[in-house]
């Protein structure tokens, strides 16, 4: 089967989008083999990227996440952030990236997220150890990327202007709402 995405495709901003919105489950349709070997560490944190942009069109907080198999370079689970747009409250970026993913060995994958992961997504990438995690925004958040590398986890900073620019626009509009993301509906009482 032919797939839209292959060797001879140039990596835009448009194909980027294409697999930030297509289905994970649906991507090997959209993109083959040699195509996601083209992919570089830029193009999947943009990906994370456009689908932090998503979950803010929508609504919700601007974080996403993107997983790859480290052998294959293939995506094997993405999501955003949907704490408002399906009321609960730890759909972050990263646990609905590995939801995604399913039951598969994180230790042979990378998880690229949009934003430095609060404690519970730190937690839980330690405890399904992931083998390396690169981060897009350290400018609007950090803090737990020396726990993961303490836990042996490989921590890179890649941070993405867009997706700096988008949560910082999104703070300042929302600025309950990204507590509540961070602290619950508890910390919102605090401030």
Known sequence: MDTLFNASTQVTEATLRAI??????????????????KLTDEHFMRIAVLLAEKSYKEGGCPIGA??????????????HNTLVQENHPYNHGETSAIRDAG????????LFTSLSPCDICTSLLYMRGFGRVIVGDVTNASGNEALLREKGIQVDILE????????AKFRKEKPEQDLEDWLGLAGKKST
């Not at 993107?66 to 999501?79: A, D, L």
């Not at 039951?103 to 994958?109: E, N, P």
């Not at 993405?160 to 949560?167: C, E, Q, R, S, V």
């Open 160 to 167: 993405d202007k867009f997706g700096i620019d988008l949560y």
């Open 20 to 37: 930030a919105h297509m289905p994970t489950t649906s991507l090997h349709v959209l993109v083959d083999y040699a195509f996601s070997k």
């Open 66 to 79: 993107v997983i790859i198999n480290t052998q294959t370079n293939e995506i094997v689970g993405k999501g």
């Open 103 to 110: 039951r598969i060995d994180f230790s042979q994958t990378s």
